[in-house]
């Protein structure tokens, strides 16, 4: 494995936790750029994004350094700055750019803004390259080394894929941040004005439910309600908890608050609500019904599966994304250990697809990739499935495989697939691609491990020439041969 590969894949083993154990980008950021300095070996680092407040301006998400006092004095320096996106040094380049930028010596770069204070930080070289999801620049991470580090092209490629790994982990962020504000914003106006307001006499039956409702579903579930119980209300479903739970609430005449139920209604529309309810008492203390409130939730709802579907998938083949391939492997790996079972992953890339995107075009290049996805996905079995990782690199999960070269015949398939003539444009064009591929229990036990032999077998891949498939053993010794043209 070549320094460079090994560097990368010590970052991912650093960054990865980081990413999936956190839960906002303010949280994050400290931990993203710390993941990458300490496996670099660098001094300190930032990470900015755009000030949410004023659109030309940067602002510190986090800031990480090692613990010495002119690190911290840089560090107070720069979180508290708000420098404006065209006049923002090598972050602002590398923003605008959408490219990393690489300064060996700050003392002798006149594009360094803060040499004095970097200079008594004992800082020699600085690295800033953005954070990307496609087009969209999502922020730029900054990082500066007490050693002069000169210009290393290796690692200028490999942080382009690590910005978009970050990209990722922040446009979730965004849109989680995005939809907790929604329904702070959704709760309290329907504190305000709920869709209805609700009474039960002492045996749950509803002898009142009257209220604005919402326009597809008040016409309906007031009428289905009235004058029953809910647990006798055809096509109602209890959504957070079952009958007998709830029963027990009422009889014992507590109150409950955001009990989920789901109504289908004649369409066959599911309308999520969301009830609170309080026991009413007469003069003389004695139990004679319940009253409250009812909420239509299904936007919210719709709105929470959509997040979630958008952060285990890749938006432009609607595949699942990295993200969800390692859960999807992971639970793969301790089904096979409880059942005695194999399976095998598969990482394909189109050869040369970047010069053929360049002189494509992006629109024609996002095009093949459609392509090549819906042909990949028809290869397979329904219990397998394939993922795009990044740029040009897809994956494949074979299930329930009954010797390790049973993954052979996938991949020649997947080869063939990837090698049929594809019309973009108009016009008629042939690609091949690398197939790298590593089989539990035989290459690894653990998702991580097989996802590192499979990248190992697919570079040994790509070394032998197009259209190539290649296995790699337990020890990083990949076997394999070329696909017939």
Not at 275 to 301: C, E, L, M, Q, W
Not at 326 to 352: I, P
Not at 380 to 393: I, P, T
Not at 443 to 460: F, P, Y
């Amino acid at each position: 494995m070549n320094t460079n590969l090994e560097l990368l894949l010590r970052i991912d083993q650093r960054l990865a936790p980081v990413l999936a154990a956190s839960g906002s980008s303010a949280q994050a950021a400290p931990k993203i750029v710390g993941a990458i300095c300490e496996a670099l070996g660098w001094a300190c680092g930032t990470l900015w994004s755009r000030d949410v407040d004023v659109a030309d301006r940067l602002v510190c998400l986090g800031a990480w350094g090692i613990d010495t006092p002119g690190i911290a004095e840089y560090l107070g320096y720069t979180h508290g700055r708000r420098p404006i996106l065209n006049n923002a040094g090598i972050v602002g380049a590398a923003w605008l750019s959408a490219a990393p930028v690489w300064v060996p010596d700050i003392a002798n770069d006149e594009g360094f803004r803060k040499v004095p204070t970097a200079m008594r930080a004992g800082l020699r070289s600085a690295l800033a390259f953005s954070v990307a999801v496609g087009d969209q620049v999502l922020g730029v991470v900054e990082i500066c080394s007490t050693e002069v580090q000169q210009r290393d092209d290796g690692l200028l490629a490999g942080v382009r894929l690590l910005g978009g790994q970050i990209g990722q982990f922040l446009l979730r962020a965004q849109a989680q941040q995005q939809l907790g504000d929604s329904e702070k914003r959704f709760r309290c106006l329907t504190s305000l004005s709920s869709d209805w307001y609700w009474e039960q006499d002492a045996k749950f039956r509803f002898i009142r439910f009257e209220g604005r409702g919402v326009s597809r579903s008040s016409a309906e579930v007031a009428p289905a309600m009235t004058g029953r119980c809910n647990w006798e209300v055809s096509g109602l479903v209890p959504g957070s908890s079952d009958w007998d739970e709830h029963r027990a609430t009422l009889e014992s005449h507590q109150p409950f608050r955001d009990f989920e139920t789901v109504y289908r209604d004649r369409k066959g529309e599911l309308i999520h609500l969301s009830a609170n309810g309080d026991p009413i008492h007469d003069a003389n203390g004695h139990f004679t019904g319940y009253r409250g409130t009812v909420r239509d939730v299904s936007v919210y709802k719709q709105a929470a599966q959509r997040i979630q579907y958008l952060a285990t998938h890749d938006e432009l083949t609607s595949l699942p994304n990295r993200a969800l391939l390692r859960q999807l492997v992971g639970q793969a790996v301790e089904l096979a250990k409880r059942y005695d079972r194999r399976f095998a992953v598969l990482l394909l890339n189109v050869d040369r697809f970047q010069r053929m995107n360049d002189g494509l075009g992006r629109e024609a290049g996002d095009a093949l990739l459609r392509e090549l996805g819906s042909r990949l996905q028809k290869q397979l079995r329904a219990s397998d499935v394939v993922a795009r990782l990044d740029g040009d690199e897809f994956a494949v999960l074979a299930h329930e495989l009954p010797a390790p070269q049973d993954a052979e015949p996938i991949a020649r398939k997947l080869l063939e697939a990837a090698s049929e003539p594809m019309v973009i444009q108009g016009q008629e064009f042939r690609v091949t691609a690398g197939v790298g591929i590593a089989t539990y229990p035989q290459d690894a036990q653990d998702e991580r491990s097989l996802m590192k032999q499979a990248n190992l077998a697919l570079r040994a891949a790509k070394r032998e020439g197009m259209n190539t498939l290649r296995f790699c053993d337990a020890v990083s010794r990949p076997r394999g041969e070329r696909a017939p043209a």
